[in-house]
């Protein structure tokens, strides 16, 4: 009898906006899956590409961003962090490691049913995709860093520490 695929949803809840929505969720008495794990975050702006591609080589299936969206207090931090998911897709998709797995969104104060319709849905997805591959995943982690040095070396701005945002 083989046991069924879990797979492991790391969430980024931004402390203004969607953490206190996931905390809402408790308020209310209601329930998320236990393959679950919510990290508050000031700004997920300020997670380089790097660090999403070392948490799935380190066994985290999907990670949903949970965002302030236009709500975001931090002036431009949701559009610089919408460009860098961006590019994170693209090299995702080029390495071959499915851009399903990472989703960003908003989620407000009290979205109680949008915050547990995202965590379905993301869990729904991942079950359909399977494990993560963790080999790819090393494989664009290492290549990320690699590009990240090699734009220090070449006294090129580093991504996020470009227009004094965060």
Do not use: W
């Amino acid at each position: 009898m083989s046991v069924p695929f879990i797979p492991k949803i790391l969430v980024l809840a931004t402390e203004k906006c969607a953490y206190p929505g996931a905390d809402a969720v408790g308020k209310a008495h209601q329930e998320y899956p236990s393959h679950v794990y919510i990290l508050r975050v000031l700004s997920p702006v300020v997670f380089p590409e790097d660090f999403y591609l070392r948490t799935y080589s380190q066994g985290i299936d999907g990670i949903l961003i949970a965002a302030c969206g236009s709500d975001c207090p931090y002036h431009g931090a949701y559009d610089r962090l919408a460009a860098r998911i961006d590019q994170l897709t693209s090299h995702m998709n080029a390495g071959g490691l499915g851009i399903e797995r990472i989703r960003l969104t908003a989620i407000c104060t009290v979205c109680i049913k949008a915050f547990l319709k995202e965590i379905a849905m993301m869990t729904d997805n991942l079950q359909r995709l399977g494990p993560v591959d963790r080999k790819i995943a090393e494989r664009l982690h290492r290549e990320s860093i690699e590009r990240l040095q090699a734009s220090a070396r070449f006294g090129q701005p580093v991504e996020m520490m470009q227009g004094g945002v965060l």
